[in-house]
């Protein structure tokens, strides 16, 4: 009985397009920090991707609230929350961090949003924006119980060979409790 984690990662896998093709795709997955750095010019054969994606859900049973949730799971790229959801109620922030590889990850665009449709404070969408500090941290308002997630998409050039970019995928679910119900 405890807290748990659960995970799962992806083996990698890769997709070329056409310069501007790969352009588009930057606009559609909504990555425009690694679009306002690419040149098409470059690419003029086209673009290889590789692209992984590493999922965890942080889970509770029974009342027993233990440390696991803050567990790596060794993937390129997690997301941990600095204290356990388990304690967490509505209306208090919530912190998490983004590490690559174990190393902070600064100034990352990060989505966070609930089951419910509740915007995160500050937000008229299901999906709240964030950024990461230079700590690779970040924090948002916990506006209603239930299913939360956090998601991040980081696509960087690469300087391995048969691939121009890669893009690691990391997610993270957890339940908020809501008031406890009189008897």
């Not at 405890?2 to 930057?26: P, Q």
């Not at 941990?80 to 100034?107: A, I």
């Not at 990352?108 to 449709?117: D, E, K, N």
């Amino acid at each position: 009985r405890g807290t748990y984690v659960l995970g799962v990662s992806t083996m990698a896998s890769s997709s070329t397009r056409s310069a501007s093709e790969f352009a588009d795709y930057l606009k559609i997955e909504d990555l425009p920090d690694t679009l306002a750095t690419y040149d098409p010019a470059k690419f003029p054969n086209g673009v290889t991707y590789t692209y992984t994606k590493h999922a965890r859900a942080i889970g509770q049973a029974g009342k027993v609230l233990t440390n696991d949730f803050s567990a790596s799971l060794g993937y390129p790229l997690e997301i941990r929350l600095q204290r356990n959801p388990g304690s967490l109620k509505v209306g208090e922030q919530v912190s998490f961090q983004v590490l690559h590889m174990g190393t902070p990850v600064p100034d990352l665009r990060v989505y966070v949003g609930s089951s419910a449709h509740v915007p995160a404070k500050g937000s008229h969408h299901a999906d709240t924006l964030v950024r990461t500090d230079r700590n690779g941290s970040a924090t948002f308002e916990a506006t209603g119980a239930g299913t939360w997630y956090i998601y991040t998409n980081r696509m960087v050039p690469s300087d391995k060979k048969g691939a121009d970019f890669v893009s690691d995928r990391a997610s993270l679910t957890f339940d908020i409790a809501g008031p406890a119900k009189a008897r």
